[in-house]
Structure formats: C-alpha cells, structure tokens
C-alpha cells in the first residue's frame, strides 16, 4: 500500500470517527434537551400548584375577614338599634313620670286615688309634706267607703316622718309595727307597670320579633 492509498485510509477512518463523534454529539444533545423539557415541565408544574394554592389560602383568608368584618357590622347595627328602642321607651317612662307628676295638681282626683291605697284594717300612712292634708281627708273618705261594704279600717296618718318630697305623689303604707310595708306610691306604681307591660309596650311601638316563638 504505497502512500497515497494510506492516506485515503486515513482520511475515511478520520471521516468515520468524526461522523460517528457527530451522531453522538446530537445524540447527547437530544437526550439533554428532553431531559431539560421534563425538569422543566416538572418546575412549572410544581410552581402552578405552589400559585394555585397560595390563591387558595389568600381566598379563604378573605372570606374568613368578610365574615368577621360582616359579623361586626351586623352586632354594631343591632346594638344601635337596640339602644335606639331604649331610648325611645327611656322617653315613653320619662313622658310618663311627667304626667304622673301632674296627677297631685287635681285634688279631688288625687283623693280618690289615696282612698284606694287604704285597704287594710289597721295602717300607719306616710306620704309627701305638702299632701299631708289630702291624706287626711283620703282616709277619711276611705273609712267611708270600707264602712258602707261592712268593713272597719283604722288608718293613722303619720306626720313627723314624711316621704321626700322628690317623690312624685302617692302613699306608703305599713302595718304591724311597721313590719309590712305596701309601697303605693305613684312611681312604685309606674315601675310595676312598666315591669309588666315592657313586653306588650315592645309589641305596640315595635311590632311582634319574627324571631320570638313564644306569647304570653
């Protein structure tokens, strides 16, 4: 084989090697890229789930700060509206304390109203200072009265110890040393009534809770 003919053989054999070099360059090259292209596919994927459940969380997070913000706006308008109903009947008792007071200024009237207090058959009376003498005559009315249905009471009118005169009218009325005593005065009598009535006075100016399951 003289030289020439060595040098074609080197040159295919360096052909073949370079080819072959080739092939396998491409080879890793293709291997590579897909393997890149599932790592990747696979960080993506990984991060959208990591996206999707940040937004979750931040989602719930929102609706639980709703509920609580519309829990306290809900609690914040039912106290206004509860101290808004208080107020207004604050202002029907307080109307109220007004008229009573006005009722000492008819004499004949207030009389009748002492008379009533006196149902026992023997009371001490204590009222105002300045109705001490409208007292007197109540019980003298009230004897009458209980004499004709057939029965006797004894009421003594005590003065040295009167009742203050920031009570706005009425009687308190003792027995047995003192040791019972009634409570007839005007704004005991309210304070009874309002104790009863608050319920049905709530139904009137109101109107009847939709959420109430009960009646009287």
């Not at 003289?2 to 040098?7: C, G």
């Not at 009222?127 to 009315?141: H, T, Y």
């Not at 006797?152 to 040295?160: C, K």
């Not at 005169?165 to 005007?186: H, Q, Y």
Request: aromatic share 6%; hydrophobic share 40%.
């Amino acid at each position: 084989m003289n030289d020439e003919e060595v040098y074609s053989e080197m040159n295919k054999m360096v052909a073949f090697i370079r080819q072959e070099a080739q092939e396998k360059a491409l080879e890793i090259k293709v291997k590579a890229d897909e393997e890149f292209n599932i790592e990747k596919a696979k960080l993506v994927r990984q991060e959208s789930i990591n996206v999707e459940a940040q937004f979750q969380r931040k989602v719930k997070q929102a609706e639980v700060k709703q509920r609580i913000m519309t829990s306290t706006l809900i609690n914040k308008s039912r106290l206004q509206v509860l101290q808004a109903r208080q107020e207004m009947l604050d202002t029907v008792f307080s109307d109220a304390q007004e008229q009573l007071a006005k009722v000492p200024e008819d004499a004949e009237k207030y009389k009748q109203l002492l008379a009533t207090s006196l149902n026992d058959r023997r009371v001490n009376v204590r009222g105002r200072k300045a109705d001490l003498e409208l007292i007197k005559e109540a019980v003298v009315l009230a004897v009458e009265v209980y004499k004709k249905r057939g029965k006797d009471i004894v009421a003594t009118v005590v003065e040295d110890s009167p009742l203050s005169d920031t009570v706005l009218g009425g009687v308190r009325v003792s027995a047995f040393n003192d040791r019972i005593s009634v409570d007839n005065t005007l704004q005991a009598r309210l304070d009874l009534s309002s104790d009863h009535m608050l319920p049905q006075l709530r139904d009137i100016i109101f109107g009847q809770s939709p959420n109430r399951r009960f009646f009287n």
